[in-house]
């Protein structure tokens, strides 16, 4: 079946504007994350829900940032007043949580952000 | 911030080599995963190892898991030029779903 999508691929924005970014998850997929990852390095959790509900947020930056997901299947993330250090690309993963074993996550194409 | 150290960090090797990455990680896991992630895609899941397996093997992979030393290592056999890519270890904790990262090796597969 379709994998984890998720929209735009690619971002521009000025300093100060605000973006949306939208990752649909597998279909059946409970759990849905969202990570940063940064150029050169390895991908970090920002949040994390399961269904509708936001059950972690520990990984994001900054109250500029905000995800939902109101209706439990796609997901939506989004940057206030974005700044140069917001710059990277952002992954979205979805997964089954009783699935056994725990952990194993589906990954987006990821949307690379780039903040003039 | 990162659950710890992978080495190393680029590895450039000729086809038909075996590869080998190492990863180390700081805190009790739940188990801890491999992921691939070729230029500008998304990250894809190899192999997944639980805290208490010591050895797994999938296909061309082997993957190695030594939780006294908090480090795991992954063996790519008889490398092609296709698996040329950024190799990420993952850990999940004993409690909790999330997944740390390691900072990734980047293998070049020379034909």
């Known amino acids: 079946g379709a994998g984890v999508s998720q929209s735009p691929r690619y971002k521009v924005a000025k300093r100060g504007q605000d973006v949306a970014l939208r990752c649909d998850p597998i279909?059946?997929?409970?759990?849905l994350f969202w990570y940063q990852q940064a150029l050169g390095q390895g991908p970090e959790f920002l949040t994390y829900f399961q269904n509708e509900a936001q059950l972690d947020k520990s990984g994001l930056p900054s109250d500029r940032f905000f995800a939902e997901r109101p209706e439990g299947s796609v997901s939506t993330l989004k940057i206030q007043r974005t700044q140069q250090e917001d710059s990277a690309v952002y992954l979205c993963?979805?997964?089954?949580?009783?699935?056994?074993?725990?952990?194993?996550?589906?990954f987006g194409p990821g949307t690379r952000l780039l903040v003039l | 911030s990162q659950q710890g150290e992978e080495d190393p960090q680029a590895l450039s090797i000729q086809e038909g080599e075996n590869a080998t990455m190492n990863c180390s990680y700081k805190?009790?896991?739940?188990?801890l995963q491999w992921y691939r992630q070729n230029s500008g895609r998304g990250l894809v899941h190899l192999i997944l190892?639980?805290?208490?397996?010591r050895e797994k093997h999938s296909g061309r992979l082997r993957v190695t898991l030594d939780t006294s030393k908090k480090s795991s290592s992954l063996l790519i056999t008889a490398s092609r030029a296709a698996d040329t890519a950024s190799y990420f270890c993952?850990?999940?904790?004993?409690?909790?779903?999330?997944?740390?990262f390691g900072a990734g090796t980047i293998l070049r597969v020379k034909s």
């Open positions: 190892i639980r805290s208490n397996e």
């Open positions: 279909s059946g997929h409970v759990s």
């Open positions: 993952a850990t999940t904790m004993e409690y909790g779903n999330k997944l740390v």
């Open positions: 993963a979805s997964s089954i949580p009783l699935a056994s074993p725990r952990g194993t996550q589906y």
């Open positions: 805190t009790s896991i739940n188990n």
